[in-house]
């Protein structure tokens, strides 16, 4: 029988941002080890490691596969924390693919969203489970940035999270951030079927809402962004989520739309930074670090926009 907890929180641990004891200990010190639990999917730790315990039972999920479950006390950075379970994941899984992963195990009846590369701030888990006291299914936060933060960390940021950074209003919204975002376990059963393909923000949250479900942004719920990828990792990382998105969304689009989108492929990274910048701008914060970090969100705008464009054309539509 399965148990049921009030929060599970799901960590993406990827090899370009390792978790850290003192990630792990500040987010310990909010968690009620009674009701809650954190479930880490971590690609630092290798499949068929010998960390792995063999007692554990091996758990059937969607590829990557998930592998044997790993006891708190198999590693020192987990030992002193019986809530949390830590997955091996492969290293070729995407963070949203980790996420899709976590969910599956979660026991939770709110499931929040995190990774390694975003400290929550304090109050984060109380911010929460006070928000979910409110009747929406999706509840996500602001996401702010470290200092002392590099100017590759600063656009990457801006590339991601420029509509996540305060200050703003809480409001209903189409779209949350997969790095801080929590949902009601009911929502989430509506989105099953999408899941098996990862949690692609666009994707779920169109789903929630042809299903009737609301989503709210709360600015009183932060995490930090700290470094994640160096400049070609993220390239990469862009490329290949354009990719999938691209791929993905082929089969929401009538042939004409399609045809309009790649033909429409050079102005869309100028039209992508234009909307950031805006945004940014109309914050009135950061705008040196946003002015000096142009040609660099330029580059990653460029870098999505191509993986976007090949995942049109390569993707397969809808079955008539």
């Known amino acids: 029988m399965t148990v049921r907890l009030k929060l599970s929180i799901v960590v993406a641990v990827s090899r370009a941002a390792p978790l850290s004891s003192e990630w792990l200990s500040r987010l310990g010190r909010q968690i009620d080890p009674e009701t809650m639990e954190i479930v880490i999917i971590d690609q630092t730790v290798p499949l068929g490691s010998a960390a792995m315990a063999e007692d554990f039972p091996r758990v059937e999920a969607a590829s990557p596969p998930l592998s044997s479950r790993v006891p708190p006390s198999s590693t020192?950075?987990?030992?002193?924390?019986?809530?949390?379970?830590?997955?091996?994941?492969?290293?070729?899984?995407?963070?949203?693919?980790?996420?899709?992963?976590?969910?599956?195990?979660?026991?939770?009846?709110i499931v929040a969203l995190t990774a390694a590369h975003c400290t929550p701030g304090d109050g984060w888990v109380a911010e929460i489970l006070r928000a979910h006291q409110a009747?929406?299914?999706?509840?996500?936060?602001?996401?702010?940035?470290?200092?002392?933060?590099?100017?590759?960390?600063?656009?990457?940021?801006?590339?991601?999270y420029s509509s996540y950074m305060t200050p703003f209003t809480a409001r209903t919204v189409s779209d949350l951030?997969?790095?801080?975002?929590?949902y009601k376990r009911i929502a989430l059963a509506s989105c099953e079927h999408i899941l098996r393909n990862g949690f692609w923000e666009p994707f779920i949250h169109a789903e929630l809402r042809d299903h009737g479900f609301q989503l709210f942004l709360d600015p009183a719920i932060v995490v930090f962004q700290g470094h994640s990828f160096g400049f070609l990792g993220f390239m990469r990382q862009r490329f290949d989520h354009g990719h999938k998105y691209g791929s993905l969304r082929v089969a929401t689009l009538t042939t004409g739309k399609r045809a309009r989108l790649i033909l429409l492929f050079p102005a869309i990274p100028f039209l992508l930074l234009y909307r950031c910048a805006r945004r940014v701008m109309s914050k009135r914060r950061h705008r040196i670090r946003l002015v000096v970090s142009l040609p660099i969100l330029l580059l990653f705008f460029l870098s999505w926009s191509l993986g976007e464009l090949i995942g049109h054309c390569t993707g397969q539509p809808a079955t008539p």
Not at 136 to 153: F, R, V
Request: hydrophobic content about 45%; glycine content about 8%.
């Open 135 to 160: 009747e929406y299914a999706a509840i996500g936060g602001a996401i702010e940035i470290q200092p002392l933060a590099s100017i590759i960390d600063w656009a990457i940021y801006f590339c991601r």
């Open 177 to 182: 951030a997969g790095d801080n975002v929590s």
């Open 76 to 109: 020192a950075m987990t030992e002193d924390y019986p809530f949390v379970v830590r997955w091996p994941c492969d290293a070729s899984a995407r963070v949203p693919e980790m996420w899709s992963m976590g969910i599956e195990q979660a026991r939770g009846e």
